[in-house]
Nanobody, 113 residues
Framework: VQLQASGGGLVQAGGSLRLSCAASGSSLSIIVMGWYRQAPGKQRELVAD??????NYANSVKGRFTISRDPAKNTVFLQMNSLKPEDTAVYYCNARTRINAYWGKGTQVTVSS
């Protein structure tokens, strides 16, 4: 499975960004897709993931971020609204099958105050 993420950038606090991650290869075996992030000096943390229609969010992003998936296009999206400076991080797409976990290259999200 290969993951190609896009959509990061620089935005002011209160703004919005939408991340996309397209899966290719053995994408039919994917069970869970999600987004993680890693800020400087911090551990990588789960932001949100989706299993079929069931979603899971970190408390820090609930009500502001929305994860969705287009199975036909093997793509997962992360709509990020009301962004805060503390959302600044490198965001990584993740896909899990029954056997393995896969990571995309990170995309930088920077929120200025």
């Amino acid at each position: 499975v290969q993951l190609q993420a896009s959509g990061g950038g620089l935005v002011q606090a209160g703004g919005s960004l939408r991340l996309s991650c397209a899966a290719s290869g053995s994408s039919l075996s994917i069970i869970v897709m999600g987004w993680y992030r890693q800020a400087p000096g911090k551990q990588r943390e789960l932001v949100a993931d989706i299993v079929r229609g069931d979603t899971n969010y970190a408390n820090s992003v609930k009500g502001r971020f929305t994860i969705s998936r287009d199975p036909a296009k093997n793509t997962v999206f992360l709509q990020m609204n009301s962004l805060k400076p503390e959302d600044t991080a490198v965001y990584y797409c993740n896909a899990r099958t029954r056997i393995n976990a896969y990571w995309g290259k990170g995309t930088q999200v920077t929120v200025s105050s």
